[in-house]
């Protein structure tokens, strides 16, 4: 149902086209109480055309929307026949297009009902003794309601006019200016300027249902509720019952490559019975064999032989990893993948939509794999994630960026009386005995050390596991200091090593930093303390804008956090958290991942299993193992 036709309001048209309503001063007493100043509250108020163009973009989808911003409406006419007016804030408009207000003011609460409609919905900015009528009557209950809630409609005005409205879904445009746009787009190589797709893959749990696409504005919409978009990330917590298990629907798809690995095998031990060629695309092929249908276990033939594969992938991927510097540049076509978690079985459900016809080599694969760490940990299956991707690393170097996250190093990943189980280095003490297991260990987080830690998209997007290193003031060299050849890897993020103190605090801001969220404090440059501990830090808006501006990036993609939706768009959808992994750690939350292509940000979700949590073990003591484990011991750089 479109908007009535309604004529210009009378105040608007005594201005005189053209003109402008003047500025109004500020009323410092007013500000003081209320927190908030006339133009703040000017910012999030919305005028009737305003709605209507809205309407026009995204039609029905409008309505759930535009709940808490705030309108100008008419109340009534006094006795000299002049219209009267208020300031009231939208609850809900009805798809009739009548309007049910919040009750903010001392009237309305004791009224105890507050409703207008669009045609009584002002086009003129309120006048500052509306404003000053307004904050008089506002219930001092209210107070705080108010000013959180025009801070949130700040944000989600920004969001709805640079991801919702950026693209109308329902605004379609001419076959001939859409012949044009697209020979525009294909004219040049790289777009001007990105755009998040209107539509979003949600993944079913279940193979026998096809995928559903909703619009962006679904999904914002969910996230946003009626307590706007900056409310706490809390994981689904809805019990439901277990579905059925899954068919298998990542095995093996072609049989040649079964029977040609085979071969290849038999003829590289007759060639040399000792030591035969390393072949990556054998360790995928072992882990996939290992695999039940559902991917929630594995089961090897041969133990010791999977080991030595898994030692010789190793050496053949720090080989490749060491040549390659800590800042990476990716072109699009790209899919974005956050936290996988040692969760095999989403990491190879998202594989699967992206490698097409089971190409294990990455032949005919054009789309890039950018990964943006924590590979290992909190899962039970660490060791095969983490070795799948390093073989396929192996396989087509040019063709996936693995970055390092906080979980990347051995003081994490070897905690094991904070993981327990889940730890990665039990796991691998676990699967291969005490002396092979710690072999396995040291030996990936060699690899983990060299490598790199951020990467660019079309020098657009911005990729990190974390978030931004710290910036202090003085001429910003951040990114060029990361780039520099000569600055040093760091085997061990968080330690005592006096030596490369600030490229390893560089490095740590990178791995561990989140952004900061309302309200928390930061210093004039943007960042603030951060309560995971107290060498890591937060990033708020201003540090996101100056990083932006200085380097000429739009987006920022980074990992690290668990999202109930398994993606996040934050600090004005700059910030996009990617999170790969559902029911993380017992919680029902779904699992995310993000394609970059042809100026598109297209996101993917994976709902969640909505199995019945399982129970948590404890931390795994030296009793438990027998013995202490020896701590890692880096080998020297060769």
């Not at 990943?413 to 005490?434: A, P, T």
């Not at 030296?622 to 011991?633: I, Q």
């Amino acid at each position: 149902m479109d908007p009535p036709q309604v004529p210009q309001s009378p105040q608007q048209s005594t201005l005189g086209e053209g003109s402008t309503v003047p500025p109004f001063p500020s009323v410092p007493g007013f500000k003081t109480e209320l927190g908030i100043s006339i133009e703040q509250l000017q910012a999030v108020t919305i005028n009737r055309e305003k709605l209507s163009d809205w309407h026009h973009k995204i039609r029905s989808r409008l309505f759930p929307l535009v709940s808490g911003f705030y309108v100008r409406c008419r109340v009534e006419d006094s006795s000299d026949g002049k219209a009267l007016y208020k300031i009231g804030r939208i609850k809900t408009l009805k798809p009739d297009w009548s309007v049910e207000l919040d009750l903010l003011t001392v009237d309305e609460i004791r009224v105890g009902r507050n409703n207008t409609n669009y045609d009584c919905i002002s086009n003129a900015k309120f006048t500052q003794q509306e404003y000053v009528s307004w904050c008089q009557k506002l219930s001092p209950d209210m107070l705080s309601n108010v000013v959180n809630t025009v801070a949130r409609m700040e944000e989600r005005l920004t969001m709805l006019e640079t991801i919702v409205l950026v693209e109308p879904a329902f605004a379609g445009k001419k076959k001939e200016e859409r012949k044009q746009d697209t020979a525009a787009t294909a004219a040049s190589n790289l777009p001007e300027k990105y755009t998040f797709s209107q539509n979003v893959l949600l993944c079913g749990d279940e193979e026998r249902l096809m995928p559903t696409t909703v619009t962006i504005v679904d999904l914002l919409q969910n996230a946003i509720g009626q307590k706007g978009v900056a409310e706490p990330d809390t994981p689904r917590a809805a019990q439901a019952a277990a579905t059925g298990t899954r068919p298998r629907s990542f095995d093996e798809a072609v049989a040649s490559n079964s029977t040609m690995l085979q071969l290849q095998d038999m003829q590289n031990y007759l060639n040399s019975p000792v030591a035969p060629p390393v072949d990556p695309s054998r360790l995928i092929e072992m882990i996939r064999r290992a695999a039940n249908p559902t991917f929630t276990g594995f089961s090897y033939d041969n133990l010791p032989d999977f080991c030595k594969l898994v030692l010789a992938v190793c050496n053949m991927c720090r080989e490749q990893v060491s040549r390659e510097p800590l800042f990476v540049r990716v072109q699009s076509p790209c899919v974005v993948f956050g936290d996988i978690h040692g969760n095999f079985a989403d990491m190879a459900y998202f594989l699967e939509k992206v490698v097409a016809f089971d190409d294990i080599m990455l032949k005919y694969t054009t789309t890039h794999l950018l990964f943006l760490g924590d590979y290992v940990d909190r899962g039970t299956f660490s060791l095969e994630c983490v070795m799948y991707l390093m073989a396929l690393k192996c396989i087509a170097p040019g063709k996936v960026t693995l970055l390092r996250g906080n979980h990347e190093s051995p003081e994490v990943n070897g905690d094991m009386d904070v993981y327990g189980y889940s730890s990665f280095k039990y796991q691998c003490l676990d699967k291969f005995g005490r002396e092979k297991g710690l072999e396995v260990w040291v030996a990936v987080n060699e690899v983990f050390q060299f490598l790199p830690v951020i990467a660019d998209i079309d020098k657009k997007i911005f990729a990190v596991h974390g978030g931004l290193p710290q910036y202090m003031g003085g001429d910003d060299k951040r990114l060029e200091t990361l780039s520099d050849p000569n600055f040093p890897r760091v085997p061990v993020v968080q330690c005592n090593d006096p030596s490369n103190v600030t490229q390893r605090m560089m490095i740590n801001d990178l791995l561990w930093s989140d952004p900061a969220g309302p309200g928390h404090p930061v210093d004039k440059y943007g960042f603030g303390p951060n309560p995971r501990g107290p060498d890591i830090k937060t990033f708020g808006s201003r540090a996101v804008d100056m990083f932006c501006e200085r380097y000429g990036y739009q987006y920022i993609f980074r990992a690290h956090q668990e999202k109930a939706d398994g993606l996040r768009l934050s600090d004005n959808a700059r910030v996009v958290t990617i999170f790969s992994t559902s029911d993380y750690a017992g919680h029902q939350n779904g699992a995310g991942c993000i394609l970059v292509h042809n100026g598109k940000i297209r996101m993917a979700i994976k709902k969640p299993c909505r199995q019945e949590p399982k129970e948590a073990k404890g931390p795994v003591s030296p009793r438990t193992l027998g013995k202490s484990v020896p701590a890692f011991m880096p080998r020297v750089k060769r």
